[in-house]
């Protein structure tokens, strides 16, 4: 009875891979920055006001948001700010810049913590103005915004040396559909 | 009450009389309604400072409300925005829900904006040197612990509540309590200047009802004292009108004694067969026939003076050549003073422009003036009669100027002020017993003033006098109107 649960626990898992892998692209393929279409907008990286860091490198993007970096040069504690699951925002995130589904980020989290690894799992926000609100708030808080969505409450980074405005923006996200 | 009392009454001050009447007196020839206007601006005068004491309380009132009242509020508001500030941010504490701790952050950072806004405001309005100090002690700890709280808020947010909780134990609360204080100590201060103010208000208010009543006892004790002195005035008048009118009849029996007294004795010696041929009685009969004239003109001029009061008189007003008015007036009195020996000097301008007058009330004038002189030029037996044309004083044009003098006895400074007032005799006439009944030269400017002109008079005691008529000149085309129709005018008639 023991050995088939271990098996159907084994296909299951088998199964729940495939389907997360097919519902994206290769890892490799990530990598590379996908050209902007049209009606894209830019996603920024935001921050708080008084954080010093005005630019960041993807990787190192990367490390932040897996919490894989804790806190900032100046010694604030790091707070990851993402959207609800399902929001393009998010998804462009966990695309772009955790290379990862939202299985595996979930998993990766979970792991995480129960690990010891990652200190603070991530804040979920319903909107872009309750993100707005917590990194204004926290000052250790990074978090994401559509450009129309930003204003001076917060900062938005530099994403290898680019800014949102900028040609070459690696951070593209679908316009918004009407609801 | 009409001019001729109000003059009489004045003349009581060359008689012995009260301080107080003689003020009654001078005050008596304007009517109460002065009085009453002079009584007005005295109240009105106090009343002002009542006002002004209401305009102060008023304006104390409104400093009061605006500084302490208002104050005091605001500091309650700013109580209760301190208070919601940290108390959003521990409703933050009770969740573990992102988005409602963003809600309470919110909350709380709104409160906090309206404590900011009523610090910066109070400090705009504090004046004292204390208040300043109070108030940017408060800024500076309000801004203490925003920043203790933005932290507590961060931790809350970062889902870190034991740090937030020892955040706010460590230095929020005391933060907090010296703000609270800070806000007690303000409160302090509004209640200290309600009071002080409040106290200012009583003291006001006090003070004008002091003067309220004083107003209000001054106004009592000026009206009773002008119902008084109004009562007085009249009394004093009735009292001189009195006098006056026994005087004016015993004048006036005295100046139909005389003439009486010889009729009576003229008829008595033809009754008696002492007057005998007709030469005696022709020249008996001339006597009685000259007395009654006296005693006529006499009757003639008061009926005429009183006529002339009552405004009854009504003149005929024509062009008049000057000279032959003073024709009429030398023709009128020349049986008088040849019967005298007195010599008329009369000197008039050739080619004189006409006069507007009734020609007979023109000559009692000046008969009036001529018999005036007779009177009173005592032994120089001398008067000169002038016309003339002269640039009128009073008016831009030129006018007729005739002036009857005499070289007699002179009128005194202080008497030239009413010897045109009726019934007025001079002491010195009084004393010299030359009989006249005061109303010559009065009826004289009555009837100058009736004729558009005026009466005028220059004298030096022991030297004569000399009294001008001053007549407009008639304007060339009514003149002329005038001598085409011999009908009089009724549009001129006065």
């Known amino acids: 009875m023991r050995r088939l649960a271990g098996l159907l626990f084994i296909l299951a898992s088998a199964a729940f891979s495939l389907a997360a892998l097919s519902l994206g692209p290769a890892p490799n393929s990530r990598l590379l920055p996908r050209p902007q279409i049209a009606s894209e907008q830019n996603l920024a990286v935001v921050v708080n006001l008084s954080n010093p860091v005005e630019n960041l490198s993807m990787p190192e993007l990367r490390r932040i948001f897996l919490g894989e970096r804790s806190h900032w040069p100046n010694g604030r504690r790091i707070t990851l700010v993402m959207m609800e699951p399902g929001q393009p925002e998010r998804a462009v995130v966990l695309r772009d810049i955790c290379q990862m589904n939202e299985t595996d980020f979930n998993n990766h989290f979970l792991h995480g913590v129960f690990t010891g690894e990652v200190l603070v799992s991530p804040k979920t926000l319903a909107t872009p103005v309750g993100v707005r609100k917590f990194v204004f708030n926290v000052p250790g808080a990074i978090g994401y915004l559509r450009v129309s969505d930003l204003d001076p409450t917060v900062k938005a980074v530099r994403i290898d040396e680019r800014g949102p405005e900028d040609k070459g923006y690696r951070l593209h996200v679908p316009p918004r559909t009407a609801k | ?206 003070r004008s009802i002091f003067r309220l009543i004083g107003v209000l006892g001054i106004t009592l004790a000026l009206a009773s004292a002008s119902v008084w002195a109004i009562q007085r005035s009249k009394m004093l008048g009735a009292i001189q009108l009195a006098k006056l009118q026994m005087e004016f009849v015993a004048s006036v029996s005295h100046e139909l004694r005389t003439p009486l007294a010889v009729i009576s004795s003229a008829a008595d010696n033809i009754a008696d067969g002492l007057v005998g041929g007709k030469d005696q009685l022709k020249r008996y009969g001339s006597a009685i026939q000259n007395q009654c004239r006296q005693i006529t003109e006499l009757v003639n001029q008061i009926l005429l003076f009183a006529s002339t009061k009552d405004r009854k008189y009504r003149y005929t007003l024509r062009p008049l050549q000057v000279s032959q008015i003073i024709d ?163 549009s001129i008639r006065k």
């Open chain 2, 1 to 206: 009450m009409n001019g001729q009392n109000k003059r009489a009454r004045r003349r009581t001050l060359a008689g012995p009389a009260a301080p107080l009447d003689r003020v009654l007196a001078l005050a008596s020839p304007y009517n109460s309604s002065l009085l009453l206007l002079i009584v007005f601006l005295i109240v009105i005068a106090i009343g002002r400072f009542v006002i002004r004491d209401l305009h102060t309380t008023n304006v104390e009132a409104q400093k009061m409300y605006a500084g302490s009242v208002l104050g005091l509020h605001r500091i309650g508001e700013l109580q209760y925005q301190a208070q919601e500030t940290r108390r959003s941010t521990f409703y933050a504490l009770t969740t573990s829900n992102s988005n409602l701790q963003l809600e309470y952050a919110d909350q709380s950072r709104e409160a906090d904006h309206r404590v900011n806004e009523g610090i910066s405001e109070y400090l705009l309005q504090a004046r004292m040197p204390n208040e300043i100090e109070v108030g940017k002690r408060l800024q500076r700890d309000w801004s203490e612990y925003l920043s203790v709280r933005n932290e507590v808020l961060a931790s809350i947010l970062e889902g870190i509540t034991n740090e937030a909780v020892t955040l706010d134990l460590k230095g929020g609360a005391p933060a907090f309590e010296r703000v609270r204080q800070d806000l007690e100590e303000i409160k302090r201060l509004y209640d200290e200047q309600a009071s002080q103010q409040l106290a200012n208000v009583a003291a006001t208010s006090r």
């Open chain 2, 328 to 490: 009429s007036v030398l023709d009128s009195t020349a049986e008088l003073v040849q019967e005298i020996g007195f010599v008329i000097e009369r000197r008039i301008e050739s080619g004189l422009p006409c006069v507007m007058g009734d020609l007979s009330a023109l000559s009692q004038c000046l008969q009036n003036l001529i018999v005036n002189a007779v009177k009173y030029s005592g032994e120089s037996r001398w008067i000169g009669i002038r016309a003339f044309v002269h640039d009128s004083e009073e008016r831009s044009s030129k006018e007729i100027r005739i002036t009857v003098q005499d070289r007699g006895m002179g009128i005194d400074r202080l008497e030239m002020p009413h010897i045109f007032e009726p019934f007025y005799r001079g002491a010195a006439v009084t004393a010299a017993q030359i009989h006249g009944t005061g109303l010559g030269l009065s009826l004289a400017k009555s009837i100058a003033e009736a004729m558009g002109g005026t009466l005028s008079v220059v004298s030096e005691l022991a030297v004569g006098s000399i009294f001008t008529l001053h007549l407009p000149i008639v304007e060339k085309q009514e003149s002329e109107m005038a001598s085409v129709t011999s009908k009089p005018d009724p």
